[in-house]
């Protein structure tokens, strides 16, 4: 079996979309049919997919209803985590979903999923902080938002608690080797390293899997490849052209 994940599906098949540039960028261009092919000629039954966050533009459950049908009618076991559109999902609501959704789709928050005996799939939202940023004439940063900065902050400390939560949920059942999910980023523009690596490097995790990145501008905004033992990859949607990447 084969563990794939990709983010920021931005479904809206009941819903407004929000995003201007995903009805001009020609990477979104029918996206939903594409990824659905991509799925079914690589996922398995047996294979692990994990939706790292934004799956739908909905602002409530019912309005993901055919969004999140869409979601279980794709190949192999679906692990989901929380994004910041994904306003169907309040994190003190997770057992709720997860009951409603038994047998049918994953929802990790607070909590691990176990991959192939060996790995936890731990993780949370995430947070960075994306500015106000003030340029030069050159384009250069010269500085930022000091108020924003500090409540970007707060979100980031109480996300850094969900995470360092699934990671000790999975380390008391004995899990020793962990695959870690973030829907943002785990640095900011401004930062080579944060909370959230800290405690990747802590825990000695394989990989750091996150999302939210997307649109060719913001493709590089945090860390790729591997950084102090701890390989980094990128799986937004409209990187990825839609095809689910392999993790292992």
Not at 4 to 29: C, E, M, N, T
Not at 56 to 76: F, H, M, Q, V
Not at 105 to 119: A, H, K, R, V
């Amino acid at each position: 079996m084969s563990l794939y994940a990709i983010g920021d599906l931005h479904l809206h098949f009941q819903s407004v979309l929000k995003a201007p540039g995903q009805l001009r960028d020609p990477a979104w261009r029918n996206h939903e049919e594409r990824f659905r092919k991509n799925c079914a000629a690589l996922v398995r039954p047996d294979d692990t997919l994990v939706l790292v966050g934004d799956h739908s533009w909905g602002r409530n459950l019912a309005e993901c209803e055919k969004d999140l049908e869409y979601i279980t009618a794709l190949p192999g076991r679906k692990v989901l985590l929380r994004g910041n559109h994904d306003m169907f999902w309040e994190a003190k609501k997770t057992v709720a979903l997860s009951r409603h959704f038994e047998g049918k789709l994953c929802f990790l928050q607070n909590n691990y999923f176990s991959y192939g005996g060996d790995y936890a799939l731990v993780g949370t939202k995430g947070y960075t902080f994306e500015g106000p940023f003030y340029l030069d004439r050159h384009g250069r940063i010269k500085g930022w938002d000091k108020e924003a900065a500090e409540h970007a902050e707060k979100l980031v400390e109480r996300e850094a608690e969900r995470l360092r939560a699934s990671f000790e949920a999975a380390r008391n059942d004995g899990y020793r080797r962990f695959m870690m999910f973030l829907h943002y980023p785990p640095t900011s523009i401004l930062e080579k390293r944060s909370v959230f690596t800290d405690i990747a490097e802590e825990y000695g995790v394989d990989k750091v899997i996150y999302a939210h990145c997307h649109g060719r501008t913001r493709f590089h905004d945090s860390l790729e490849g591997t950084v102090r033992g701890v390989e980094y990859r990128l799986v937004s949607g409209d990187y990825l052209l839609w095809k689910p990447e392999r993790i292992l």
